[in-house]
């Protein structure tokens, strides 16, 4: 007998995502695309203590479109932070990842 995996959609994980950004203390909100928007723009927003993060959310299938991957770039390239989210899961663990960073660079700085 074969286990199913379950995987949500790319809509019920940016809702999980957002609901876990916001019971966690960041400001988070959802862009939405539409004419004259900048093209390839991340689906959420979020930022906590100066932490300010662009996240792309996509399935465990999923794929950047051209223009995602060239505003990534563009994020990037002016010192802004960009991630893709595949699961809550990994979501958790880059921003752990960039609270520690974080929490590395303002000792060094007062020391």
């Given at each position: 007998m074969q286990?199913k995996?379950?995987?949500p959609t790319e809509?019920e994980l940016q809702?999980?995502?957002k609901?876990?950004?916001l019971?966690?203390?960041?400001?988070?909100?959802?862009i939405h695309?539409?004419l004259?928007?900048?093209?390839?723009?991340?689906?959420?927003?979020?930022?906590?203590?100066?932490?300010?993060v662009w996240?792309e959310v996509?399935?465990?299938s999923?794929?950047q479109?051209?223009?995602?991957n060239q505003?990534?770039?563009?994020?990037?390239s002016?010192g802004?932070?960009?991630?893709?989210a595949?699961s809550l899961e990994?979501?958790?663990k880059d921003?752990?990842?960039?609270?520690?960073?974080?929490?590395?660079?303002?000792?060094?700085?007062?020391?």
């Amino acid at each position: 007998m074969q286990t199913k995996v379950f995987s949500p959609t790319e809509s019920e994980l940016q809702k999980a995502i957002k609901e876990y950004l916001l019971w966690h203390g960041w400001f988070v909100f959802k862009i939405h695309q539409s004419l004259g928007s900048y093209k390839g723009i991340a689906d959420l927003y979020a930022i906590k203590n100066g932490i300010s993060v662009w996240i792309e959310v996509k399935t465990l299938s999923g794929t950047q479109s051209e223009h995602q991957n060239q505003f990534q770039e563009d994020i990037e390239s002016h010192g802004g932070i960009y991630i893709i989210a595949r699961s809550l899961e990994g979501l958790k663990k880059d921003l752990r990842l960039l609270e520690l960073e974080q929490k590395s660079r303002e000792k060094s700085v007062r020391n």
